[in-house]
């Protein structure tokens, strides 16, 4: 399991790639007002992320989302903090040892 997400191509800020790849993985076209960004993680600031700098947001919507996924996905689901899936990807990883989760309102 993941977050959405991906890398930040030349001449993009964290931001502007997320809403990107939001639009790509997830078919979602959000407007950056609706971001929050709750935490950077430099590279090497964390001891399994030495490669990458992570940047992490939230998304306020008013009501649930079902986004369409691409090809890089190949099912999604909403979890509540204390019933997640076993296994993330390391970003996802990182955010939840660093305590993320638990910034968000729920």
Same mark, same amino acid.
């Given at each position: 399991?993941?977050?959405?997400?991906?890398?930040?191509?030349?001449?993009?800020?964290?931001?502007?790639?997320?809403?990107? &790849? !939001? #639009?790509?993985?997830?078919?979602?076209?959000?407007?950056?007002?609706?971001?929050? @960004?709750?935490? =950077?993680? +430099? %590279?090497?600031?964390?001891?399994?992320?030495?490669?990458?700098?992570?940047?992490?947001?939230?998304?306020?919507?008013?009501? &649930? !989302? #079902?986004?369409?996924?691409?090809?890089?996905?190949?099912?999604?689901?909403?979890? @509540?903090?204390? =019933?997640? +899936? %076993?296994?993330?990807?390391?970003?996802?990883?990182?955010?939840?040892?660093?305590?993320?989760?638990?910034?968000?309102?729920?």
């Amino acid at each position: 399991w993941n977050f959405f997400g991906g890398r930040i191509d030349r001449g993009e800020g964290p931001c502007r790639a997320l809403l990107r &790849e !939001l #639009a790509e993985e997830a078919g979602l076209r959000v407007k950056a007002k609706h971001l929050s @960004k709750l935490r =950077r993680v +430099p %590279a090497g600031g964390h001891k399994r992320a030495t490669g990458r700098e992570l940047h992490y947001y939230v998304l306020s919507v008013e009501h &649930e !989302l #079902a986004p369409r996924l691409n090809r890089e996905h190949s099912s999604f689901g909403w979890f @509540k903090r204390n =019933r997640l +899936p %076993a296994r993330f990807n390391l970003p996802t990883t990182v955010a939840i040892e660093q305590g993320l989760l638990n910034r968000i309102r729920a």
